[in-house]
């Protein structure tokens, strides 16, 4: 790929905006020649500032969701891309979550700009279980583990029973709950069917992959063997 798309596609700035870097000789080989406009050096010989350009496509990496921030790129509030380097957004092929958080849930969140990977993993096909923390309004009543479990629950205004869910009380107020569907708000409504209220929702797990020590807010990029534990 010609420089100027190349970089133009990391979000480096528009093609004309980066044909102005690269003249400037913002664009280096790493051994320190400045790079042409038509050259077409290797993703991992360019420098950008003296530094190695960012990952080229087929990225992966998951972040903490803090609470208050949207999965969009346009939203008036704070959204998730505003935790990433401010290049990422403006990437083509663009990163994106793979499945939603609302703004009130925290916790693990994937983005990718593989879209293979992003449908694999969604695919009803591939049955990658998402376990949340739930802390609620009011005591569960003891009845919710069968009915999550029985595979008859049906969320008002659908027309289809979910699947099975897993559902272990922590204590009356707070549970763990794995489910392997991804419908709209499918956890509050799941309890709003049972007479409760969720007050905080907290995604800890997807398949085999957890947040392990990564604080709200950061993020990290995935490597290959991190991906698979998704499929585990
Ligand atoms: N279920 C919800 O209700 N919200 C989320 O963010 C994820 C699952």
């Known amino acids: 790929m010609r420089l100027v798309k190349l970089l133009s596609n990391l979000g480096y700035g528009s093609q004309r905006d980066v044909r102005a870097m ?3 000789g913002r664009v280096t080989s790493v051994a320190g020649c400045a790079l042409g406009i038509d050259c077409q050096a290797d993703h991992s010989d360019i420098l950008f500032d003296g530094v190695p350009l960012d990952p080229p496509t087929g990225v992966a990496l998951m972040m903490n969701k803090p ?10 509030g704070r959204i ?9 957004a403006r990437r083509k092929p663009i990163i994106s979550p793979v499945g939603r958080l609302d703004r009130e849930t925290s916790g693990l969140l994937l983005l990718t700009d593989d879209g293979d990977l992003l449908h694999r993993i969604i695919s009803p096909r591939s049955v990658v279980t998402k376990t ?6 009011k005591p569960l009543r003891g009845d919710e583990a069968a009915l999550f479990a029985s595979g008859t629950l049906m969320l008002r205004s659908e027309t289809k029973p979910l699947l099975a869910a897993q559902l272990e009380s922590i204590d009356a107020l707070a549970a763990l709950l ?3 569907e991804g419908r709209y708000h499918q956890v509050r409504r799941m ?9 905080a929702l907290h995604r800890l797990r997807v398949g085999g992959m957890d947040l392990g020590e990564l604080p709200p807010g950061e993020w990290r990029y995935i490597d290959v063997g991190d991906m698979e534990r998704i499929f585990r």
């Open 22 to 24: 690269i003249k400037a």
């Open 67 to 76: 609470v208050g921030f949207t999965c969009s790129t346009a939203d008036p």
């Open 80 to 88: 998730v891309y505003e935790l990433l380097p401010p290049r990422f």
């Open 132 to 137: 949340y923390k739930v802390d609620l309004a």
């Open 178 to 180: 794995t489910i392997t």
């Open 191 to 199: 309890f709003a069917a049972v007479d409760n209220r969720v007050v």
